[in-house]
């Protein structure tokens, strides 16, 4: 089936750094999304993108659609300790059954202040 | 709101036992899910509906039973619990379908261990 591959596994950074993590697949999606899970929390969705080489900013957290389609990125600027979590990326197509939304594994972040 | 509202949050089962992790939404979405997550996994859908009546499944569906008797309800049954299905289990609901926009609002998350 289809996977996505999301780098790095887990992240490391101090307060302040900006932080870039992204997702690769084989195969290609209509729809790219990024979700965060906060410890003892379910994911909450980030940023939806829904065309290619679109590029999309909610507020320090950037995320663009790759034009291959087969690739996503999400850059978070000038980070805080709140940002602290798993990130998820996610893809899914059109028109298929209810089971095609796919989730990477996830990029562990740690914020040290 | 209360949106996606997930019972019990944690639970002990013993091999061989069953339980039914229960779900509930009051959003009015007609897509429901059952997600779990194991460690460095990400998420693997294990069933989901489309409306009340209507189930399916997902990528991971053995060892599990689901029902929607009613729009606001998704229980996820276990009957025989092993080992293997250890996990934290996340439903969640959507207003549309998930492979049209992806949004999807989840639960707090069970916590389940077999021993």
């Known amino acids: 089936g289809q996977q996505l591959n999301q780098s790095p596994q887990s992240m490391f950074i101090q307060e302040g750094e900006d932080v870039s993590m992204n997702c690769t697949s084989s195969?290609?999606?209509?729809?790219w999304l990024w979700y965060k899970q906060e410890p003892g929390e379910g994911p909450v969705l980030l940023i939806a993108?829904?065309?290619?080489?679109e590029l999309t900013s909610n507020g320090r957290l950037t995320a663009q659609f790759g034009i291959t389609r087969k690739d996503s990125f999400l850059n978070i600027s000038a980070s805080i300790p709140s940002d602290v979590g798993i990130y998820f990326c996610?893809?899914?197509?059109?028109?298929?059954?209810?089971?095609?939304?796919?989730f990477g594994k996830g990029t562990k972040l740690s914020v040290k202040p | 709101n209360a949106g996606v509202t997930q019972t019990p949050k944690f639970r002990i089962l013993k091999i061989g036992q069953s339980m039914t992790l229960q779900c509930a939404q009051d959003?009015?979405?007609?897509?429901m899910y059952w997600y779990r997550q194991d460690p460095g996994m990400g998420l693997k859908l294990i069933y989901y509906?489309?409306?009340?009546?209507?189930?399916d499944k997902g990528e991971v569906p053995n060892g599990y039973n689901v029902s929607r008797s009613t729009t606001e309800d998704f229980p996820l049954r276990l009957e025989l619990a092993a080992p293997s299905q250890t996990s934290v289990y996340f439903c969640?609901?959507?207003?549309?379908?998930?492979?049209?926009?992806?949004?999807?609002?989840f639960g707090e998350g069970s916590r389940l261990t077999v021993l």
């Open positions: 969640a609901s959507s207003y549309r379908p998930q492979s049209s926009t992806g949004e999807l609002f």
């Open positions: 195969s290609i999606f209509n729809t």
């Open positions: 993108l829904y065309k290619a080489g």
């Open positions: 996610a893809g899914s197509n059109y028109g298929g059954s209810q089971g095609n939304l796919i």
């Open positions: 959003m009015n979405h007609n897509y």
């Open positions: 509906s489309v409306g009340a009546g209507i189930t």
